[in-house]
């Protein structure tokens, strides 16, 4: 069986620099993967080009098998693929209960907005099943739905990113870089409510994270990047054993 | 008193036009980030259009097709200004439009020429309501400029297709993750607000006829018409839109016709100093 997301021997360039260097990884039905390394080790612009922000110089990205090398993030959102931003990027001047109506309003949208929207209206009942399936994941947000987005705290905005992606019924979550500048505790919560939706809602997860602690004791298997390779991969358990990873990558973790 | 209210009758209705076109520029700059210097075009375009339709329909019909003509023009905008990749950065766009009110300027210029162009409105007799002469015409742009902005708030507050233009102004990033095409989002703002401009001119002509570089001004008086929203209000765009329309008004019947422009800016920024002071304050 194919994978439920694929990326091959992909590369990423901005002009000469070369970001992402022939990485493949692989996330299959229900799996939660990290993807850690340093800053600037490309896993963003690996991140990007999987989700389609930009175009990869050569390789290619499969979602169950089909290539999607060079889709809009409106297709592979359409195939199941989201991603939640890094630095949460919520719509701040919007209330919450918008950001996440527009999440899955993304599915719909298109030039043509008279046909998307009756499509969308067509699907109220669907929608609005989704929106009180994510309020009762993430209850906080009903708590927080008239609020604009701009005005919650950081790990507030965090979870409206986190419920906005999941308003288009994604099989596959991409996160990227769930703990920047978020309180531990805050961090410990969200890290929670993933494992959850990932056992609980077969979601599969791609967590892309600076803290390889926090990354590794999350998710079951790890690519370690560096400087736009994959350095290593396997089991999180094996990697949290290596000891040049906890030199270099766990940042003085135990 | 009468001349005062006179000033004050003209003033709302020029005003409303600088309002339409204000409220045109929030709309583009909200949703894409771009500052449309080629906005004003799309008014002289609407006044242009209608008068060389009114002879081969009627004049609602003419009107309607002018502005329909317009947001088609306001798409073709768009995807120039935009990019056709949508990679284009604000700071470029901005430039592109600015070329593309000189350009049209010089289209207009070779087509039709440096006449002013106008025609009879929808009312022909004005009303004397105590001494205060008030065409209809007036009246009439003022009630489409009011009514177009209330529409616009409640289209962009209470539809999701609003709410997609104004998530992809919140956050372009963001817009395109969850799906929403940032280009299309573009597209629909670009031909709205060349739409509504369109009205305004064709609305306006009958009053003040246009000529082929009347853009500039009314760009300029709805862009300090929407700075005086800090770019992001529509509501304030039309209030501040009204607000340039009296005072150019005022300074046309009290002081020197030839300054109303210069004096309604430095009365603008002097507001627009006011305002930020205050909301430094608060």
């Known amino acids: 069986m194919s994978a439920l997301f694929e990326i091959e021997r992909l590369v990423v360039r901005y002009g000469e620099a070369v970001a992402v260097d022939g990485i493949s990884l692989r996330v299959d039905h229900g799996e939660r993967v990290a993807l850690i390394g340093p800053n600037g080790a490309g896993k963003t612009s690996l991140l990007n080009a999987g989700c389609g922000v930009i175009r990869p110089a050569s390789g290619r990205v499969r979602v169950d098998g089909d290539d999607v090398t060079g889709a809009t993030p409106a297709v592979l959102v359409r195939r199941g693929v989201t991603q939640v931003p890094e630095g949460r990027h919520v719509f701040a001047s919007l209330p919450v209960e918008a950001n996440l109506q527009v999440g899955a309003y993304g599915r719909f949208f298109s030039l043509n907005v008279i046909s998307s929207t009756l499509r969308y209206v067509r699907r109220r009942a669907d929608v609005r099943d989704r929106l009180d399936r994510v309020y009762t994941l993430l209850p906080k947000l009903h708590e927080l739905r008239e609020r604009p987005a701009g005005r919650t705290s950081g790990g507030e905005q965090q979870m409206v990113a986190i419920g906005r992606a999941l308003m288009a019924e994604p099989r596959l979550l991409a996160v990227d870089e769930l703990s920047l500048g978020l309180a531990p505790l805050v961090v410990d919560q969200l890290a929670e409510f993933l494992v959850r939706l990932n056992e609980e809602e077969d979601v599969a997860i791609l967590l892309v994270d600076q803290n390889a602690v926090l990354a590794l004791a999350l998710c079951e298997r790890a690519y370690v990047v560096e400087t736009g390779r994959v350095a290593v991969e396997g089991p999180s358990s094996e990697l949290r054993e290596r000891a040049e990873l906890r030199g270099a990558y766990l940042g003085g973790g135990p | ?282």
């Open chain 2, 1 to 282: 008193m009468t001349t005062f209210l006179q000033l004050i009758v003209v003033g709302i209705s020029t005003g409303s036009v600088f309002g339409i076109v204000g409220v045109a520029l929030v709309l583009v700059y909200r949703t894409t980030g771009i500052v449309n210097f080629a906005q004003g075009v799309f008014a002289v375009l609407g006044g242009m259009f209608t008068f060389e339709l009114r002879p081969h329909m009627p004049l609602l019909a003419a009107i309607v097709l002018a502005v329909l003509l317009a947001a088609v023009l306001g798409t073709l905008a768009a995807l120039v200004a935009v990019g056709f990749r949508g990679r284009t950065t604000h700071l470029a766009s901005l430039v592109i439009t600015v070329g593309i009110a000189l350009l049209a300027e010089a289209i207009l210029l070779a087509t039709v020429g440096e006449v002013p162009r106008s025609y009879a409105g929808v009312w022909r007799h004005a009303w004397d309501v105590g001494g205060v002469l008030i065409q209809p015409q007036y009246v009439l742009i003022a009630g489409v400029a009011l009514a177009a902005t209330i529409l616009l708030t409640l289209f962009l507050r209470g539809t999701v297709v609003g709410q997609a233009l104004i998530a992809s102004a919140d956050s372009a990033r963001a817009a395109e993750l969850v799906g929403l095409n940032v280009r299309a989002v573009a597209v629909i703002a670009f031909a709205v607000a060349g739409g509504l401009c369109a009205l305004g001119g064709a609305l306006l002509a009958p009053t003040v006829p246009v000529v082929y570089n009347a853009d500039l001004a009314l760009t300029i008086n709805g862009f300090a018409a929407a700075v005086f929203g800090g770019l992001t209000s529509i509501r304030l765009a039309l209030l501040g839109g009204y607000a340039l329309g009296i005072v150019e008004q005022l300074v046309v019947g009290y002081i020197d016709p030839q300054y109303n422009l210069t004096i309604a800016l430095v009365v603008m920024l002097v507001l627009i100093g006011w305002r930020s002071r205050r909301e430094l304050v608060a």
